[in-house]
């Protein structure tokens, strides 16, 4: 059974490399200020009253795909950032209003567990009225919270980037006195090859490869001029297999996959698919057309005669010896 996928993107982007990556690309412009080691796992559930509000009656719920603190260590000061990545296979037409919900909720918390360790506190100045009454006192902060979309669609974003994208009215006059927000987004359509060309995980290899998915060409070109292709992480493959739906051959115990030769064997296997039709029509120089051009094809990656010739018979019912007539025959 395939695994889902936004399980599989869920744990990808959890992976502390891959998460740093991230935010060092939409935070530092690709400076790898953000360590991995820095970061530390989160509950991802966040449950609020309203401000500790007693009495109400439906608290609120949400759980993010992944959250993590970040630990900055300056001069012997710590100072902490929250992190926040939200996956999506789809456009989600809400996105700035659900991730503005997550980043609310993580400030109430932090106002509730402020409020609760003033209240088990013993010792501290008595509490203005103001103080008391919210249970945040004047010289008490938050943490920052940065929520980062991370879309692993081939199309592009069209969905809002704003709430106040979302809005009804357009009055300027208005709008100004409505609070806005705005979405961190990173979407492969998006991204160029400059900008994918300061992530330093396999990340890169999985935007560019979402982002020409739909382009073979294009696709054949980059798996072949990017080298960390060459070798990518079974897991990273799993991602790229789910979210694209490209039919990656991923056997069993193998723990690297050469994206380049899965490539052509998925290229190889369609032409092969199409020669048989040929032949099952009966329009043989449409078949040895094909054939040839297959030939052709795997010579333009560096493959020689010889493994053309085997790899015809693998992926294919041709015989040995038809396939080297084809391909020597092609010289």
């Known amino acids: 059974m395939a695994k889902d996928k936004d399980t599989l993107t ?149 969905g809002p980037m704003s709430l106040r994208e979302m809005f009804t009215v357009r009055d300027n006059a208005i709008l100004k006195f409505a609070a806005d927000y705005r979405i961190n987004l990173v979407a492969p359509e998006a991204l160029t090859e400059q900008q994918a060309d300061k992530l330093c995980s396999d990340l890169k290899e999985v935007m560019l490869f979402v982002k020409y998915s739909e382009d073979k060409d294009k696709l054949q070109a980059i798996v072949e001029h990017d080298k960390g292709f060459q070798s990518i992480a079974r897991e990273t493959a799993e991602v790229i297999k789910a979210v694209t739906g490209t039919e990656i051959r991923i056997n069993a115990g193998e723990e690297s996959i050469n994206m380049c030769k899965a490539i052509q064997d ?38 020689t005669d010889e493994d053309i010739v085997d790899k015809i018979v693998e992926n294919s019912s041709i015989s040995e010896e038809e396939a080297e007539r084809y391909v020597y025959g092609a010289e």
């Open 10 to 158: 869920k744990k990808y982007i959890g992976r502390p490399d891959v998460f740093a990556d991230a935010f060092n690309l939409l935070i530092y412009d690709g400076r790898q200020v953000i360590k991995p080691e820095e970061l530390r796992d989160l509950d991802t559930t966040a449950i609020a009253l309203p401000f500790g509000l007693e009495g109400a009656q439906a608290p609120v719920q949400r759980i993010r795909d992944v959250l993590k603190q970040w630990v900055i260590k300056r001069d012997d000061k710590a100072a902490y950032l929250l992190l926040g990545v939200e996956n999506q296979s789809d456009i989600h037409y809400a996105m700035p209003a659900r991730s503005m919900l997550y980043d609310a909720l993580q400030y109430t918390a932090q106002v509730e567990a402020t409020a609760k360790a003033h209240k088990k506190a013993t010792g501290e100045d008595r509490p203005t009225s103001g103080e008391y009454l919210s249970g945040f006192y004047r010289s008490d902060q938050l943490i920052p919270v940065i929520t980062l979309v991370i879309y692993f669609g081939a199309k592009r974003w069209d």
């Open 266 to 303: 998925i290229r190889l296997e369609g032409l092969m698919e199409g020669r048989m039709e040929g032949r099952r029509e009966g329009i043989e120089q449409g078949v040895e057309e094909t054939v040839l051009m297959t030939v052709n094809i795997l010579r333009s990656l560096g493959m």
